[in-house]
């Protein structure tokens, strides 16, 4: 039986960009939603329609923190992926250097709490930079496979016609500064991080 083949939405892509750009020098996490009905099982396809921003900056001062705040974050998310008809299909993220297009093991072990959540068929997207800059797709896709997030072949992920150059005209307009994760709520709770009704895409 073949992997499942994931297609990214441009809303999904231009949210995990915009989330890379706003914080380029900082590591970054965040929750990729794929429309209910769908089923990633072998030899299907799954697309992913939406991105939630988690963290920027260290986000992990301790284990302890880092499943504390992923369980109580992925919940509110769950809520709100139920009301929408979505759920949770995996995970994106953006290493400090940019150089770095590999799966830091935080961000392993945190993407793997929802591939477990899945069924073992979630997806976990890593920014790169250097792609991004050349007007490539610049999100590594991965799979967990025995044990650990192997990359996965460039047709196992498709993307949505236009989705490098509407991130791109995004970046560009700094569409950015309307853009918020968790960690911003955190600051200041009036801030729709789940939503982000303010990025215009």
């Known amino acids: ?22 914080y380029p020098t900082e590591p970054i996490y965040g929750v990729l939603l794929a429309e209910a009905g769908a089923s990633a099982t072998a030899g299907g396809k799954q697309r992913i329609v939406d991105a939630v921003p988690l963290f920027h900056s260290h986000w992990i001062l301790t284990p302890s923190l880092q499943l504390g705040m992923e369980q109580a974050s992925c919940r509110a998310i769950e809520i709100y992926a139920k009301q929408a008809g979505l759920k949770i299909a995996g995970a994106y993220a953006a290493n400090e250097l940019e150089t770095n297009r590999g799966v830091e093991p935080a961000v392993g072990a945190a993407a793997a709490q929802i591939d477990t959540h899945t069924g073992g068929h979630a997806l976990l997207l890593v920014f790169d930079p250097i792609q991004f800059k050349k007007g490539r797709f610049a999100a590594v896709p991965y799979g967990h496979q025995s044990g650990a997030w192997r990359e996965l072949a460039k047709a196992q992920v498709e ?6 150059q509407t991130a791109a005209k995004l970046v560009k307009d700094q569409a950015f500064a309307s853009l918020f994760d968790l960690d911003n709520h955190l600051d200041d709770i009036s801030l729709d991080w789940i939503r ?5 895409i």
């Open 1 to 22: 039986m073949s992997a499942p083949t994931f297609e990214v939405s441009t809303a999904a892509y231009a949210k995990l960009v915009l989330h890379a750009a706003k």
């Open 196 to 200: 982000n009704p303010d990025v215009k």
């Open 159 to 164: 993307h949505d016609d236009g989705a490098i």
